[in-house]
């Protein structure tokens, strides 16, 4: 009878020599193909919104808006195409897609290396399929993704922007690095630096966070939204367990709560953000935030639940329903804390209502260290 030992022996007999060289390689080419498919995904991306941005503009008789006609046609469009196409088509990114064709007209796409290009795509009937390749040629223009020229369309300074367009394209900086850079105001600190060049090398040295995979790249919102993707999301093991016992408990209490979503996302400025829970309850007729943290509770945690309920009382609320309200959930090991946010809402009164009306903080953090410890019991680690 042949043992195990010997058999997995053979095995690893038969692997030949240079394995690792195989096997190095194998993921070589498969991490650059991947950043090779992002960045097709985004250029294509980039060009079909930069065409829509012509569209609108055009429609708009060459950018110049008659009083409320622009804002009607976008409101509209917007409505239309997110019926037919899901997300993606919001007001605001309708907006900066005719904002992305007024920076960045045919004349300045005629001086890139695709050449008349764009001069042939302004000619063309998109619909038909010179058209179709005109659109895919034109994506050589584009180099920066997507998610990269809405940023750069938030600086209002012109040469500011255009400065930190260069330095992207020279450095090949990755969106986050974009990101930190405009955030640091590095344009201005170059130009009041005396040893700019200095200034510009420092700035081109990315630092570890500044990283983007092939898989983010992907997972990019614009990404997942213009290719109708899931959002996915990701979190612990632990983390996710917590969340599903937290859904079920609070719709177990038998205090009103209907569930409306998880891992809800929304975009503040150019930043993504999601909430764990969201629910509505029906008796104070509002919606009720719950954000759920793994360590202590800190001031800019606070701050961001303020933040959600800023954004839900403009985007999520009804007309006749009450401000929303958060419930901070921090399931720190061993000294949970339960904490609503109410300090937004518009008196006293309300916000003692609405105390009287929700679960008390107490039982909520007994039940966040009971299921903390089970599920540390059973296996789950954050």
Same mark, same amino acid.
């Given at each position: 009878?042949?043992?195990?030992?010997?058999?997995?022996?053979?095995?690893?007999?038969?692997?030949?020599?240079?394995?690792?060289?195989?096997?190095?390689?194998?993921?070589?080419?498969?991490?650059?193909?991947?950043?090779?498919?992002?960045?097709?995904?985004?250029?294509?991306?980039?060009?079909?919104?930069?065409?829509?941005?012509?569209?609108?503009?055009?429609?708009?008789?060459?950018?110049?808006?008659?009083?409320?006609?622009?804002?009607?046609?976008?409101?509209?469009?917007?409505?239309?195409?997110?019926?037919?196409?899901?997300?993606?088509?919001?007001?605001?990114?309708?907006?900066?897609?005719?904002?992305?064709?007024?920076?960045?007209?045919?004349?300045?796409?005629?001086?890139?290396?695709?050449?008349?290009?764009?001069?042939?795509?302004?000619?063309?009937?998109?619909?038909?399929?010179?058209?179709?390749?005109?659109?895919?040629?034109?994506?050589?223009?584009?180099?920066?993704?997507?998610?990269?020229?809405?940023?750069?369309?938030?600086?209002?300074?012109?040469?500011?922007?255009?400065?930190?367009?260069?330095?992207?394209?020279?450095?090949?900086?990755?969106?986050?690095?974009?990101?930190?850079?405009?955030?640091?105001?590095?344009?201005?600190?170059?130009? #009041?630096?005396? *040893? $700019?060049?200095?200034? @510009? !090398?420092?700035? +081109?040295?990315?630092?570890?966070?500044?990283? =983007?995979?092939?898989?983010?790249?992907?997972?990019?919102?614009?990404?997942?939204?213009?290719?109708?993707?899931?959002?996915?999301?990701?979190?612990?093991?632990?983390?996710?367990?917590?969340?599903?016992?937290?859904?079920?408990?609070?719709?177990?209490?038998?205090?009103?709560?209907?569930?409306?979503?998880?891992?809800?996302?929304?975009?503040?400025?150019?930043?993504?953000?999601?909430?764990?829970?969201?629910?509505?309850?029906?008796?104070?007729?509002?919606?009720?935030?719950?954000?759920?943290?793994?360590?202590?509770?800190?001031?800019?945690?606070?701050?961001?639940?303020?933040?959600?309920?800023?954004?839900?009382?403009?985007?999520?609320?009804?007309?006749?329903?009450?401000?929303?309200?958060?419930?901070? #959930?921090?399931? *720190? $090991?061993?000294?949970? @804390? !339960?904490?609503? +946010?109410?300090?937004?809402?518009?008196?006293? =009164?309300?916000?003692?209502?609405?105390?009287?009306?929700?679960?008390?903080?107490?039982?909520?953090?007994?039940?966040?260290?009971?299921?903390?410890?089970?599920?540390?019991?059973?296996?789950?680690?954050?």
């Amino acid at each position: 009878m042949v043992s195990k030992a010997s058999t997995a022996a053979g095995k690893l007999a038969a692997i030949p020599p240079s394995y690792a060289d195989i096997h190095d390689g194998i993921v070589v080419l498969l991490d650059t193909a991947r950043q090779a498919a992002a960045r097709s995904v985004n250029a294509v991306m980039t060009t079909s919104y930069w065409e829509i941005g012509r569209r609108i503009v055009e429609a708009e008789q060459k950018g110049q808006r008659r009083a409320g006609y622009g804002e009607q046609l976008i409101e509209r469009l917007s409505a239309d195409l997110s019926a037919r196409f899901g997300r993606g088509f919001g007001v605001n990114n309708l907006e900066n897609m005719r904002r992305f064709f007024l920076s960045y007209p045919l004349a300045k796409i005629s001086q890139t290396p695709s050449g008349n290009l764009g001069k042939d795509i302004a000619v063309g009937n998109s619909q038909t399929p010179s058209g179709i390749s005109c659109l895919s040629d034109l994506a050589q223009a584009f180099v920066l993704p997507w998610s990269a020229y809405v940023r750069l369309l938030s600086v209002q300074d012109a040469h500011a922007r255009q400065f930190y367009e260069a330095e992207a394209l020279r450095g090949g900086w990755s969106v986050r690095q974009l990101d930190r850079q405009i955030g640091s105001q590095f344009y201005e600190r170059t130009a #009041l630096s005396k *040893d $700019k060049s200095s200034m @510009l !090398a420092k700035g +081109a040295m990315p630092k570890p966070e500044d990283a =983007v995979t092939p898989g983010d790249a992907i997972k990019d919102p614009y990404v997942l939204e213009f290719l109708d993707l899931k959002d996915e999301y990701s979190e612990s093991d632990l983390e996710e367990a917590l969340i599903l016992r937290l859904q079920d408990f609070l719709l177990e209490l038998g205090e009103g709560f209907t569930f409306v979503g998880r891992q809800r996302r929304l975009r503040i400025d150019q930043t993504w953000y999601r909430v764990d829970l969201l629910f509505f309850h029906r008796e104070l007729r509002c919606l009720v935030i719950v954000d759920l943290k793994l360590g202590s509770l800190t001031h800019a945690d606070v701050g961001q639940m303020h933040m959600y309920c800023n954004y839900a009382k403009a985007h999520w609320t009804y007309a006749d329903e009450n401000p929303p309200v958060g419930l901070i #959930l921090c399931a *720190d $090991k061993g000294q949970a @804390l !339960a904490r609503y +946010a109410l300090d937004g809402l518009p008196t006293q =009164v309300m916000a003692a209502n609405y105390r009287t009306v929700l679960p008390d903080a107490e039982l909520l953090q007994k039940e966040l260290n009971a299921a903390r410890r089970l599920l540390e019991s059973s296996g789950l680690n954050a």
